[in-house]
């Protein structure tokens, strides 16, 4: 303690220093050694100015200086917990002294700047009657306008001191409040710093709802979670009215997985545009692309012979050859056709700096005409059964408490390995760091080294893939045909615009483009359960995109 009873500081206080003096001592041939020998191995390890027998020597002293250095911290391991909790709990105990008088003085500071705001404002306020009551007095001789055009002045100077008046006040407040979340930050800090780098999950904890208060803001909040709030409660009114109208219950096992199943293909062209959209892009072939790899597929795996020729050839009978070969054969075509195509008009954006719109909607012309051409629109009939139920099936889990059958679809396998694919790469290397570089800003990824030409083309690819995959497993939902999937690529790009990925490039994640998804499926699903026409479920998705893009862009000119 200090004079004058306040209390000072843990960079104040004398004992925590000796804390950590004592247990830096006792780390020193241990902990701290093992670290420091670790990171002379990795140097040698890099250096190629070594010869072969001296790097080795080296690594080999630093492998038996780190044995030496875990023993002695095995030997002192009892004597540093117990110091490390000892220091923890004496810093925790100052910190709490410390943060209470911050928190006073703070609390004291903001009351000030409030109290000083309020008064200004009357000041400013009085000022205003003063001036309007003088411009009033002096109005005989002068015009209408110019009397106006000096009320107009005097209203805009007072409204311009207003301001400044209470932007002083907010900063006080906003210093008022960080000086007060700081004095736990450094707490938090020392801590780690005393138990040598590792947190504890109450600090931690707490420290991010503090973070969260002093950050929150109501208009940020809105602004960020606005769309979803009100799709929160339009799905409660959903299951709300579900019942009250004989529809039964919404909110049901059987329910919930069928949205999910519903969920699972278009996953994958969610997640094949979403890498598009970052890059701020789009794409609209989707639709065609669902299209192609299905009818490919269901020619492939339709019992018997096609009834369909494709470009007056066939028509085939693939039933010859083993059923592991014509689904390998199916899926490998199908995602084959969707990179090319996809690669294709990657190029042109690539290249040419196209615009993806226009790239896009040149390839889905291009395999639309093909394909009708090609099938003369006929579809190409039902896949095998067999693996129809092996891959796009349902495994049977038991039975509710209704005694309706529980069934859990198989598709939703596939689309959570696909959600895991993305999430990788997306977060765990480089191309993905690429992505978020060359859609936030081309021209400076370009100067920073990166090839915007391969990793725009790299997007397409990727995305030409995940449209094959699945298209593909579109192929075990219904009958394919050249119209399959019209449509779809509004759904995805909306799903994505919903999940926050900003058509205005570099911001996003891939949780947003499954939660999108997810939303969109179960809109559509909810709409259909309650008996609404099909034609008025356009409204709704309608409504919700121009929402989504208009808060997208809201954030975008607020950044700016």
């Not at 306040?6 to 004992?15: A, F, L, Q, W």
């Not at 009085?126 to 309007?132: H, K, M, P, Q, Y």
């Not at 400044?164 to 004095?183: E, F, G, I, L, S």
């Not at 959600?419 to 936030?440: P, R």
Request: aromatic letters at 10%.
């Amino acid at each position: 303690m200090a004079d004058n009873n306040k209390v000072i500081s843990i960079d104040e206080d004398k004992r925590i220093a000796q804390y950590t003096d004592q247990l830096r001592k006792l780390r020193t041939d241990g902990v701290l050694k093992q670290g420091k020998l670790r990171d002379e191995m990795v140097a040698a390890k890099k250096n190629k100015l070594l010869e072969p027998a001296q790097r080795e020597q080296i690594i080999a002293d630093c492998r038996k200086g780190i044995d030496e250095a875990r023993a002695d911290a095995e030997v002192h391991k009892n004597e540093i917990n117990a110091l490390t909790k000892e220091a923890v709990a004496y810093v925790n105990k100052v910190s709490s002294a410390y943060e209470a008088q911050v928190e006073a003085e703070q609390d004291a500071v903001i009351a000030q700047a409030r109290q000083a705001l309020s008064a200004e404002q009357e000041k400013i306020k009085a000022s205003l009657e003063a001036r309007i009551a003088e411009i009033e007095k002096q109005s005989q001789g002068i015009s209408d306008a110019e009397k106006k055009s000096e009320l107009n002045i005097a209203k805009y100077e007072s409204d311009s001191a207003l301001f400044d008046a209470k932007r002083r006040c907010a900063t006080a407040v906003d210093q008022a409040k960080a000086a007060k979340n700081q004095a736990f930050i450094d707490r938090v800090q020392k801590n780690i710093s005393i138990r040598h780098g590792k947190t504890d999950f109450a600090e931690e904890t707490k420290l991010k709802w503090r973070n969260y208060k002093f950050n929150f803001k109501a208009s940020k909040f809105l602004l960020d979670n606005g769309l979803y709030l009100a799709i929160i409660i339009f799905f409660v009114v959903c299951i709300i009215l579900a019942p009250l109208k004989g529809n039964g219950n919404l909110l049901t096992l059987p329910n919930i997985f069928t949205i999910l199943e519903q969920s699972s293909t278009r996953m994958f062209y969610a997640l094949g545009v979403a890498g598009l959209i970052l890059l701020a892009g789009t794409d609209l072939s989707i639709g065609r692309m669902v299209a192609l790899g299905a009818v490919i597929t269901g020619l492939i795996l339709h019992p018997g012979t096609n009834i369909v020729t494709m470009f007056k050839m066939g028509p085939w009978n693939f039933t010859a050859i083993p059923m592991f070969w014509r689904v390998a054969m199916a899926l490998v075509l199908s995602i084959v056709l969707c990179t090319i195509f996809s690669a294709f008009a990657g190029f042109f954006a690539a290249k040419l700096k196209m615009h993806p719109f226009i790239c896009t909607l040149g390839t889905q012309l291009i395999i639309y005409g093909l394909l009708f051409f090609g099938t003369s629109g006929t579809p190409v009939g039902s896949i095998d059964s067999s693996i129809k139920d092996a891959i796009g099936g349902r495994w049977i889990i038991g039975m509710t408490g209704n005694g309706e059958l529980l069934t859990f679809p198989k598709l939703i396998i596939p689309a959570i390995f696909a959600i895991i694919v993305a999430w990788f790469i997306w977060n765990k290397t480089v191309f993905g760091k690429n992505m978020y570089a060359v859609g936030g800003n081309s021209e400076a990824a370009a100067v920073s080294g990166i090839s915007v030409f391969w990793t725009t083309l790299g997007v397409f690819i990727m995305a030409g893939v995940f449209y094959g995959c699945g298209s593909f497993l579109e192929a075990f939902r219904a009958n394919a045909s050249a119209g399959t999937g019209q449509g779809y690529e509004l759904d995805a790009i909306a799903a994505c615009v919903v999940g926050g990925i900003s058509f205005n490039g570099g911001i996003g994640k891939i949780k947003g483009a499954v939660i999108g998804v997810i939303i969109f499926t179960g809109l559509t699903y909810c709409l259909t359960f309650l008996g609404i026409d099909t034609n008025l479920q356009f409204v709704f998705k309608g409504f919700i995109i121009l929402a989504a893009v208009s808060l997208d862009s809201i954030k975008y000119l607020k950044k700016k």
